[in-house]
T-cell receptor
Framework: SAVISQKPSRDICQRGTSLTIQCQVD?????MFWYRQQPGQSLTLIAT?????????ESGFVIDKFPISRPNLTFSTLTVSNMSPEDSSIYLC???????????FGSGTRLTVV | KQEVTQIPAALSVPEGENLVLNCSFT??????LQWFRQDPGKGLTSLLL?????REQTSGRLNASLDKSSGRSTLYIAASQPGDSATYLC??????????FGAGTRLTVKP
């Protein structure tokens, strides 16, 4: 299965600033996703990162707040914009080949907004 | 809508015990089910992937079973060790691309 390198692993940011999280996959994958995990909660899908086009966002998430890029089949970024303390969470990227394969996750980015 | 439930929410056992974690899902039309491990503040590590045509998968001390018709899966951990302490999540595909996760079982194995 694919291996995903995600960075940064953690960051402490000032409110009002933005942070970009990167994920690099060691092989070409069909699908890439971004998840948020709030403290004590399970994972919530933010968006599907589409190669060469705009991401598909889930209800409650918007492009202005969470812009996503996916320039090729191995790389994607998520930006958390104009951060507030409520954005403090773990952010995870995920990748999947075809539907017969499972999902692989990055090591997560632990974000604290102060 | 797919709902995934995991019980128990937390489990504490002495080292060496065999244990079973449970996962149930409401929509049995799945093509696979995946078990993950998550250490505090970290990402998810895939443990086992069971295709819908399979009944179980084994990896070392881990064995996962799948009963699609009843909407259940179990993760069996043999001879538990303190290093097994983590949160265990099960997940099923939903709406083609999304995954639905259970809330997880937080396992503590005491030396």
């Amino acid at each position: 299965s694919a291996v995903i390198s995600q960075k940064p692993s953690r960051d402490i940011c000032q409110r009002g600033t933005s942070l970009t999280i990167q994920c690099q996959v060691d092989s070409q994958v069909t699908m890439m996703f971004w998840y948020r995990q709030q403290p004590g909660q399970s994972l919530t899908l933010i968006a599907t990162a589409n190669q060469g086009s705009e991401a598909t966002y889930e209800s409650g998430f918007v492009i202005d707040k969470f812009p996503i890029s996916r320039p090729n089949l191995t790389f994607s970024t998520l930006t958390v914009s104009n951060m507030s303390p409520e954005d403090s969470s773990i952010y995870l990227c995920s990748a999947r080949g075809n539907s017969n394969y499972g999902y692989t996750f990055g090591s997560g980015t632990r974000l604290t907004v102060v | 809508k797919q709902e995934v439930t995991q019980i128990p929410a937390a489990l504490s056992v002495p080292e060496g015990e065999n244990l079973v974690l449970n996962c149930s899902f409401t929509d049995s039309a799945i093509y696979n089910l995946q078990w993950f491990r998550q250490d505090p503040g970290k990402g998810l590590t895939s443990l086992l992937l069971i295709q819908s045509s399979q009944r179980e998968q084994t990896s070392g001390r881990l064995n996962a079973s799948l009963d699609k018709s009843s909407g259940r899966s179990t993760l069996y951990i043999a001879a538990s060790q303190p290093g097994d302490s983590a949160t265990y999540l099960c997940a099923v595909p939903y709406n083609n691309n999304d995954m639905r996760f259970g809330a997880g079982t937080r396992l503590t194995v005491k030396p």
